[in-house]
């Protein structure tokens, strides 16, 4: 999962590590704000704080792990153990990848977050800061 931090018109503001330690200074979770970090990041932090402009997205890039017992078609983040897929179209055992991979690109708002593990029960809903990719 790469993490970014973008304004209002979706300019990157920072990625990676540099959003994750904002991140921490805008969450205050168990991480001590030196001074450095305060000069460092007054302007997104003040930004943040009182203009409400910023706002958290998650790049998730998605591989088709394949077809559960309940024909969902599942996806697994590349860099991470999450799991993804569609609860309400159900595929049958001899559709291709291709065919899967096309549906779910279309229909990118059906998949739901499902866990951890393969097969899973999903957990359902889908954080609004996860942008979700396909790739093959």
Known sequence: MKRTIVDSTDKIIYEGEDANKVMDLLNAEAHEVTE???????EI???????????????????????????RGVYKD????????NVNHLFGWGETKEEVDKYSRENMK????????FPCE???????TYVLTIID
């Not at 450095?36 to 007054?42: A, L, P, S």
């Not at 590349?78 to 897929?85: A, E, K, M, S």
């Not at 059906?110 to 593990?117: C, N, P, S, V």
């Open 78 to 85: 590349v860099d991470g153990p999450l799991h993804f897929g």
């Open 110 to 117: 059906e998949l739901e977050y499902y866990g951890d593990k």
């Open 36 to 42: 450095e970090d305060e000069v460092k990041h007054e």
């Open 45 to 71: 932090l003040r930004s943040a704080k009182w203009a409400g402009k910023l706002s958290i997205k998650v790049f998730i890039n998605l591989r088709f792990r394949g077809i559960d017992d309940w024909n």
């Open 122 to 128: 999903p957990h359902g809903g889908m954080p609004s």
